[in-house]
């Protein structure tokens, strides 16, 4: 079961947007619409702030949103702000009740 | 607001074996997969495992003969049960709560060292 593929580190400035993708494959990102994203500051547990692809949770800022592309899914801040700077994680169900993550991508705002 | 806590030693020894808590509060265990997932320092998260209230559950093949996920769900909590530890398996282990396409509420981990 290999990992997702997700850039190391983006940056931003603020005000501007970015875009993270993870990457996958036909078993998992391509073949279902059940990817989510979590943001992790430094010491904390990871928060949930899209599932199903492109859903957000109740609380989560409109600025944030997902969509999803064959094999890969995209992660987009607009109108970054300083607090966004974080780690980034995305996730996809991977069929037969399993899971897998991407390796996080650290979120740096200039 | 459902909450989940986890407790368990913070040093194992290595080749012994690991066994966690997550205690749920504020909700019920008869809905949603209860999963582990754990964080190696400086590293990113990899899923572990999840339990449903049935009974079912399933592992990441790259732990799964070592890892055995277990529940009393009248008591509301579920176990984290990992044999054979090493170095390699030192990490902040998280439960959380989700379902198909999200982990929607996470404990706030629990730091486990592998060391003699």
Same mark, same amino acid.
């Given at each position: ?37 979590? /943001? /992790? ?70 | 607001?459902?909450?989940?806590? *986890? ?8 080749? *012994? ?16 997969? #209860?999963?582990?997932? +754990? ?6 998260? $990899? ?18 003969? +070592?890892? !055995?996920?277990?529940? %009393? !769900? ?14 390699? %398996? ?6 959380? +709560?989700?379902?198909?396409? $999200?982990? %929607?509420? #996470?404990?706030?981990?629990?730091? =486990?060292? =592998?060391?003699?």
């Amino acid at each position: 079961q290999s990992g997702l593929t997700q850039p190391r580190s983006v940056s931003g400035s603020p005000g501007q947007s970015v875009t993270i993708s993870c990457t996958g494959t036909s078993n998992n990102v391509g073949a279902y619409s059940y990817v989510s994203w979590y /943001q /992790q500051y430094p010491g904390k547990a990871p928060k949930l702030m899209i599932y199903d692809v492109s859903k957000r949770p109740s609380g989560v800022p409109d600025r944030f949103s997902g969509s999803k592309s064959g094999n890969r899914a995209s992660l987009t801040i607009s109108g970054l702000q300083a607090e966004d700077e974080a780690d980034y994680y995305c996730c996809s169900y991977a069929g037969s009740y399993t899971w897998v993550f991407g390796g996080g991508t650290k979120l740096s705002v200039l | 607001q459902v909450q989940l806590q *986890e407790s368990g030693p913070g040093l194992v020894k290595p080749s *012994e074996s690991l066994s966690l808590i997550c205690t749920v509060s504020g909700g019920s265990m008869s809905s949603h997969y #209860w999963s582990w997932i +754990r964080q190696a320092p400086g590293k990113g998260l $990899e899923w572990i495992g999840y339990f449903y209230h049935s009974g079912n559950t399933n592992y990441n093949p790259s732990l799964k003969s +070592r890892v !055995t996920l277990s529940a %009393d !769900t009248s008591k509301n909590q579920f176990f984290l049960k990992m044999h054979y530890m090493t170095a390699a %398996d030192t990490a902040v282990y998280y439960c959380a +709560r989700g379902w198909f396409g $999200e982990l %929607d509420s #996470w404990g706030q981990g629990t730091l =486990v060292t =592998v060391s003699s």
